[in-house]
């Protein structure tokens, strides 16, 4: 609070949208990544609870901080990425989302406070609910909903500024109109969003059949004013329905994905040619260099895809080497380590201004952006091989691992034991990392400040994510794990970075199937190096098991 109090009073916009975020997101990864299970683990027993809570799943009465909390803890974030949506105009030409069905309707402006009504029936549900769960599930389901808002917002270059209402000669209609939805934050539409996420307290509250028709007929009503007002289009309703339907049963998302995850992490498969072995998690890291050369050939044009394949290898490279000097075998085992693949990305791109026509920051914010798309797929592998494991938890949050190759039963006890599913939550990070780049590529920002936050964003992700982690051979230095000194220096010089002085660059859409060619090789290369390996040899980086 002092931190965006002082960026208000100095009329600082960096401190207020980039600096002051940054401490409040560094507060709460020191909170969740040590600060809380520290605290637990020297004080135990139980603890008072705090004014601004989420409330316990309890079917007793909420008391006054459960209803202020509620409103709290859902309205500011959902105020403030409302307000960060609104920052990055679109540089690229805008996409549409008026169909010949938009068209076709029948276009009222002045139904506009139907669509505001969706606000107190929102903000209402905090004071009318009976009990303590209800508040709980209704702000888990806001918050979920306000992210998922913004992911898609932001993603998608969606506009329905093509759809102009007529004014209105009601002034307070006309004010309604002008000042309900910007047209580039028509997708989700929000008004929908809110009513469905507040519509089970009412449900759950009403026990006559006239009052629930009721509510039924209201979020009716809500959806169609906003298509027949010409705010929203059919596109943007659509989307919001499937928000609506990812929050109310994120529990079944939830346990698919847990199947899933359980499924690929006891999908070792290997096939064995003479000397040569082939292990199947190979493919996944192969992918996933696959899409990120395509997603740098996309953005920075065929001219420069050899410095590109040159920072892949360079990647690879570093992985290698940093995995082998920092937890690996000295003669057996070949991992590989996500920071040592950066160090050898950040090392081929200030190599390139010397070996290619391209600027070395250029190239490193292109790498940025698909940086999330690459360490998102390899995941995968690290399900199937077993490394980058959590430790125990219980089994609505965790995947089990059975797999005798698997590295968490040969170097650790937990076979069959319920353990965090790290890998699936640095998956989920690098996707909100992943989309928040590349909105910010297409946006008049310097490359210095793509590759900056980049290394904030996945700094902070990183640190939390090794909280949760549980592998024996990790060094614990300073009641920290390696990673996480990692982490903090990765967000140190991040933050450096951002404060380097540097223009924009010109960005477009480049494709052709030269990329597609040159991605293909990298993915190849990249399934040698994680997934092809020797295993008669005993020579130094001869086999990965």
């Avoid at 996945?458 to 592998?471: I, K």
């Amino acid at each position: 609070m002092l931190a965006f109090g002082v960026s208000i009073l100095t009329k600082s916009t960096a401190a207020f949208w980039l600096v002051s975020p940054v401490i409040l997101l560094g507060a709460v990864a020191l909170v969740l990544g040590y600060e809380r299970d520290d605290l637990k683990q020297r004080f135990p027993g139980p603890h008072p609870h705090p004014l601004i809570r989420f409330p316990e799943y309890d079917n007793a009465a909420p008391v006054i901080w459960d209803r202020l909390s509620a409103w709290l803890l859902v309205l500011i974030p959902a105020i403030l990425i409302y307000a960060v949506a609104l920052l990055p105009n679109m540089v690229i030409e805008p996409i549409s989302t008026v169909t010949g069905l938009d068209k076709m309707m029948w276009i009222n402006p002045d139904g506009v406070w139907i669509i505001w009504l969706a606000v107190p029936f929102f903000l209402l549900v905090p004071a009318i609910a009976d009990t303590k769960s209800q508040i709980r599930d209704f702000m888990v389901s806001a918050l979920m909903a306000s992210g998922l808002w913004f992911l898609l917002n932001v993603m998608t270059p969606f506009t329905t500024s093509s759809i102009s209402p007529a004014a209105s000669d009601n002034s307070f209609m006309e004010y309604l109109l002008n000042h309900t939805v910007h047209p580039f934050l028509a997708f989700p539409a929000w008004p929908v969003i809110m009513v469905f996420v507040a519509a089970p307290t009412y449900l759950q509250g009403l026990t006559t059949t006239v009052a629930r028709s009721t509510v039924w007929f209201f979020l009716l009503v809500v959806t169609i004013a906003s298509l027949t007002t010409g705010l929203f289009t059919v596109v943007d309703v659509a989307g919001a329905l499937v928000v609506i339907l990812l929050v109310e049963f994120r529990g079944t998302v939830w346990h698919g994905i847990q199947h899933l995850s359980e499924k690929i992490a006891g999908s070792w498969k290997e096939w064995t040619f003479g000397p040569v072995r082939i292990i199947n998690h190979g493919f996944y890291a192969g992918t996933g260099v696959f899409f990120g050369v395509i997603v740098l050939g996309v953005l920075l044009g065929t001219d420069k895809l050899p410095a590109v394949f040159f920072v892949v290898v360079m990647s690879m490279l570093g992985a290698a080497i940093w995995a082998q000097v920092i937890e690996g075998s000295a003669k057996l085992l070949r991992p590989l380590g996500f920071y040592g693949g950066l160090i050898g990305a950040i090392i081929g791109c200030l190599l390139t201004p010397w070996l290619f026509n391209i600027s070395a920051f250029e190239i490193m914010a292109a790498v940025a952006v698909a940086g999330p798309w690459v360490q998102g797929w390899g995941r995968l592998r690290c399900l199937v091989q077993g490394c980058c494991h959590g430790r125990p938890t219980a089994p609505q949050i965790g995947i089990r691992y059975y797999h005798p190759r698997s590295r968490v039963t040969r170097l650790s006890d937990f076979k069959g034991v319920y353990l965090h599913p790290t890998p699936v939550y640095s998956i989920l990070g690098n996707i909100i990392i992943a989309v928040v780049l590349l909105r910010l590529w297409f946006t008049p920002v310097p490359p210095t400040f793509i590759i900056g936050l980049y290394l904030i964003m996945s700094g902070l992700e990183r640190f939390v994510e090794e909280e949760y982690r549980g592998e024996p051979q990790t060094p614990v230095i300073g009641r920290l794990r390696l990673y996480q000194w990692v982490a903090i220096i990765t967000v140190v010089i991040g933050a450096i970075i951002t404060a380097i002085p540097y223009g924009p660059i010109e960005t477009s859409f480049y494709f052709s199937w030269e990329i597609i060619v040159y991605a293909f090789a990298a993915g190849l290369v990249g399934v040698f190096l994680t997934g092809v390996d020797f295993p008669r040899s005993n020579r130094r980086f001869s086999r990965l098991v």
